[in-house]
């Protein structure tokens, strides 16, 4: 049949972004879990949660591919293409840093994470994980925009990128803490570089979730 | 059975063949924005089609045909009857087979530009290159260029304006409603004043330009308000649905308009050729105007309506999954961009094709950022079956009119 109106149109790209932080957000609440099964002596789901979110990973991995090969040369988009794709692959590093974080983890599974330092492995994780948040809240909110090109929805936009930065750096400052601790505490050198390469894996989620948030801003900007 | 009589029956087989067609494809152009934005659902949209074709193309449908369509052929070769009711035959022909192609291609092409390619074969094989009119000929060269240029710029800008007026602020349902009159009310004035001027009862009406202008203007202004009163009373209700409420309500008339004009203008390029040949069969002569009986008019506007009925559905329903990026505003752009530039460019006198105006308003709504994502490759391979729709059917037609001149 010939429809002109059928064959101008591509799935949005900006509904894929949202398919794709769909995955980042459920793996987002699986490593969590995982971290605090890794910690706690009586959880044994570990490997079980790290498949979980290797499996969120890979599925995410199959929304970014399907995004990429669908925008050939010659798309309209109110975006411009190479913004998106950095933009994606941000919130896709997001996913990265978090299996990275758990396959580190899986590599030296005894001593395990030193007891004085669980609860600033928890808030690092924790505020790491806020970060990711924020940016699921503002890529809805940048949908919203792009719909209606309201200036009230950009000046949330533009509120809620600058949270993620302050999230970043309240992360930033939990990473500080957790490597000063392990620092100090006379561990083996082994356990200070398990731990301190851990602390700076689990703060990378937050400041890929900080650049996806930048790239946002350009993609916002008039 | 005398071969008039046989050309009679072709005749009507091909001309319902080519009105069914015309309603198979061309709903998509009408309804599809509307459809796309939700802002009718698919039944809706195949009732309101179907019964604004057959309205449209059985009572502001051309009573008058040329039997030349668009002059694009001098009247000299209309010396010899026979000779013109098989070359109208083949002309129907042509158009219908040069039009099932890019149906299968799924290629949007001019139902109005294969009629006049088939003509032109006609013209060529009867009388030799002198026979065309060529500044005809240039007018429809101009017409792929003109009509999807003004049709995206007035997409681009109404996009522009709406956003700017109301989407931009900070009440954008308040907005929308307060400007809701100049936006209905620009809708009307290009509706009245397509049909004072684009279609044959404004030719029989007569309104003079400031006339109809001045109709217009009034028009406009008393629906514009009249709309907005009835929005106060009913979308009003309900801020949390934003300015995209206020135009789903405005698009809903645009695309009725579409339908009717859609009904009007196309039913000539099924029904034309065939009212020559029924004129002939019946009188026993020709001249370069035949008259069409409303009863063809019915006939084409009908077969129209089966196209739309029986081929509209899967297309209307892929359309509505497919196209999820048009919202209201949006559609609204679309189908005020190729509505107007219907108007302004059969005033220059230009046969556009409401098809051609629509895929410039997409463009023009996707430069302004209003669509997620438009397939611009697709645009050269629609322009390049727009310019390939002459020649080809004009191709067509030499070798129909020749095969047929052997028997008939």
Redesign the interface.
């Known amino acids: 049949m010939r429809f002109p109106f059928f064959n101008l149109f591509k799935p949005s790209p900006l509904e894929g972004l949202i398919e794709h932080m769909d995955k980042v957000k459920e793996c987002g609440a699986a490593f969590q879990e995982a971290i605090e099964c890794h910690i706690s002596n009586e959880c044994h789901r570990f490997a079980e949660l790290k498949q979980v979110v290797d499996d969120l990973e890979h599925q995410a991995d199959a929304i970014k591919r399907r995004i990429r090969g669908h925008l050939p040369k010659g798309t309209l988009m109110p975006v411009d293409k190479f913004q998106l794709f950095r933009y994606l692959g941000e919130q896709d590093n997001v996913l990265d840093s978090v299996q990275d974080t758990l396959d580190w983890l899986s590599f030296r599974k005894e001593p395990g994470v030193p007891e004085e330092i669980h609860k600033d492995i928890l808030l690092l994780v924790e505020a790491s994980l806020d970060a990711v948040d924020a940016m699921g809240v503002m890529l809805a909110e940048a949908r919203h925009y792009f719909r209606t090109y309201s200036e009230g929805q950009r000046a949330k936009v533009k509120d809620l990128i600058r949270s993620i930065r302050q999230k970043e750096h309240e992360a930033d400052l939990a990473e500080d803490l957790v490597k000063e601790k392990v620092f100090n505490m006379g561990l083996d050198g082994v356990t200070v570089f398990h731990m301190v390469r851990l602390a700076e894996i689990i703060g990378s989620i937050a400041d890929h979730a900080e650049n996806a948030g930048d790239m946002m801003r350009a993609m916002i900007s008039k | 059975m005398s071969p008039e009589s046989i050309i009679l029956v072709l005749g009507y087989a091909v001309g319902l063949y080519m009105a069914w067609n015309i309603g198979?494809?061309d709903l998509?152009?009408s309804m599809?924005?509307a459809v796309?934005a939700k802002a009718i659902t698919v039944r809706q949209a195949m009732v309101i089609a179907a019964v604004l074709n057959v309205v449209g193309a059985a009572f502001i449908g051309s009573h008058v045909t040329d039997t030349i369509r668009h002059g694009i052929v001098s009247p000299e070769v209309l010396a010899d009857p026979r000779d013109t009711i098989v070359g109208a035959l083949s002309a129907l022909l042509s158009a219908a087979l040069w039009v099932s192609f890019?149906?299968w291609?799924?290629?949007?092409?001019s139902t109005t530009h294969s009629i006049v390619g088939a003509m032109i074969g006609f013209g060529v094989t009867s009388s030799g290159f002198a026979a065309i009119q060529w500044n005809v000929m240039g007018g429809v060269v101009l017409s792929w260029v003109i009509s999807p240029l003004f049709a995206l710029v007035i997409g681009l800008g109404m996009f522009k304006l709406i956003?700017w007026l109301v989407?931009?602020?900070?009440k954008?349902h308040e907005r929308a409603l307060h400007y809701s009159p100049l936006f209905i009310g620009l809708a009307v004035f290009i509706v009245v004043m397509s049909f004072l001027y684009k279609t044959p009862l404004g030719k029989t009406l007569q309104v003079a330009t400031p006339l109809a202008t001045i109709l217009s203007i009034l028009a406009a202004a008393m629906v514009g308000y009249a709309g907005k009163w009835a929005l106060d009373r009913t979308v009003r209700r309900h801020p949390e649905k934003?300015?995209e409420a206020v135009f789903r309500f405005i698009q809903v008339g645009t695309a009725c308009y579409v339908a009717l004009a859609q009904g009007a203008n196309d039913v000539a390029n099924a029904i034309g050729p065939l009212a020559v040949i029924y004129f002939f069969v019946t009188y026993g002569e020709i001249g370069s105007k035949v008259p069409v009986p409303i009863f063809l008019l019915l006939f084409g506007g009908v077969g129209i309506a089966a196209g739309i009925v029986m081929?509209g559905r899967?297309?209307m329903e892929?359309?509505g999954e497919?196209?999820?990026?048009?919202?209201n505003t949006r559609g609204f752009s679309v189908e005020f961009a190729a509505a107007t530039t219907v108007l302004i460019a059969s005033k220059l006198g230009l046969p556009v094709s409401t098809?051609h105006s629509?895929?410039g308003g997409?463009?023009g709504v996707?430069?302004a950022?209003?669509?997620?994502?438009?397939?611009?490759?697709?645009?050269f391979r629609?322009i390049l079956y727009w310019v390939l729709t002459v020649p080809a059917a004009a191709l067509t037609c030499v070798a129909v009119y020749t095969t047929l001149r052997l028997f008939l």
């Open positions: 198979a494809n998509a152009n599809a924005s796309g890019a149906t291609r799924s290629l949007p092409v956003v989407m931009a602020r900070s954008p934003g300015a081929a899967r297309v892929t359309l497919r196209v999820t990026t048009l919202t098809t629509a895929v997409i463009i996707g430069l950022g209003g669509i997620d994502a438009v397939n611009l490759s697709v645009v629609i």
